[in-house]
């Protein structure tokens, strides 16, 4: 059976350059790449990211405002968001709340956050998480208004008990491939417990995988996918099916496989 990478947070619209864009896509999918869960951070993404989605199913549209750009938000992005989300097949996200964002009231990124929410429920949208340093507030979010709703956690790397309650929530791990490549680090004791079946691999591609070339991403993606198995004592083509299969999961709520 083929392998399929999978990029479950990307951000390909910041590579900004066209002929890059279509050059890191065409590069990557010849080299196995399945699906990238590419990811709106201001209103400013939402029609480029559709239009990309429209020309490529590879490229999974996810719609929504990041916490750092909370004062962009006004009622008629709402609006637009709300008929972005209501397009079959997108996604709600990247949206949360970051306390180390001292910049952007954090009253404001709660009520963003909890707007963004809501929207996700009544389409019944799964979302992605942006969470720093608030995973009670999150958390308690999550469960007050999309308590039935998927969710995955983007850039994961918190504690056991953290990574228990979002389990027990139904959430999914996205766990950045940054995590797996550098020396000595704590959270591979968190890594080694979380459920298989919920476990995602991501770049925050062009933030923490740069952008240089597509073979330079290439390469770190199956440089981290690697390490990612060997943490988890499986085969390595073993572990990229069932990380693709998850997000088939995510998305759908079950696998095609």
Known sequence: MECLFQDSHIHIQDIKSLESITRFIQDAKTSGWGRFFNCAITPADWPIIKAMAEKDAALVPFFGIHPWFSDLADEKSFQQLEAYLSIPGAFAGEMGPDKARKNIDFSLQKDIFTRQLLLAKKFKKPFTVHCVRAWEETISLIKSHAPDLRFLT????????????????????????????????????????????????????????????????????????????????????????????????FTHGTSDR
């Not at 504690?159 to 139904?170: F, R, T």
């Not at 440089?223 to 004592?233: P, T």
Request: proline share 4%; aromatic share 14%.
């Open 154 to 249: 983007h850039s994961f790397n918190g504690s056991h008990e953290i990574a228990q309650e979002i389990q027990l929530m139904g959430g999914f791990f996205s766990v950045s491939i940054k995590e797996f490549i550098r020396d000595e680090n704590p959270f591979k004791s968190v890594f080694k417990i979380l459920p298989s079946n919920r476990i995602l691999l991501e770049t925050d591609f062009p933030y923490q995988v740069k952008w240089t070339t597509p073979q330079e991403y290439i390469k770190t993606v199956h440089k981290g996918y690697e390490i990612a198995a060997s943490w988890r004592d499986c085969d390595t083509d073993t572990f990229i099916k069932g990380v693709y299969d998850n997000g088939t999961i």
